[in-house]
């Protein structure tokens, strides 16, 4: 059992940086498979961004080149830094992880946060 909590969420406005963290409840070692979702009203759940135990990244479209993804295994936690904010960025990001690394692919991931909410105002 993993429990993960997201933290840093808040309002900001458009064109500025947030960073956003999701810690683990116990080691992130075994997590092969860790990733940042959000949803937004009316919206289906998509995926931001995800990473591998060995560093690969992957990143929706629409955030390539303003969101980073990045994880501290000796601090269970994984980051996301959010960078030239859109309004279309505002939703729910959820954290989750996964041991298998087939999650990374599939997004079907078997533990996820309760999520934090990201504002971004025009």
């Known amino acids: 059992q993993v429990q993960l909590v997201e933290s840093g969420g808040g309002l900001v406005q458009v064109g500025g940086s947030l960073s956003i963290s999701c810690a683990a409840s116990?080691?992130?070692?075994?997590?092969?498979?860790m990733g940042w979702y959000r949803q937004a009203p009316g919206k289906q759940r998509e995926l931001v961004a995800a990473?591998?135990?060995?560093?690969?990244?992957n990143y929706a479209d629409s955030v390539k080149g303003r969101f980073a993804i990045s994880r501290d295994n000796a601090k269970n936690t994984v980051y996301l830094q959010m960078n030239s904010l859109k309004p279309e960025d505002t939703a729910v990001y959820y954290c989750?992880?996964?041991?298998?690394?087939?999650?990374?692919?599939?997004?079907?991931?078997?533990?996820w946060g309760q999520g934090t909410q990201v504002t971004v105002s025009s």
């Open positions: 990473i591998t135990n060995r560093g690969s990244t």
């Open positions: 989750a992880a996964d041991p298998d690394r087939s999650a990374y692919y599939s997004g079907r991931y078997h533990w």
């Open positions: 116990r080691t992130i070692i075994s997590m092969n498979a």
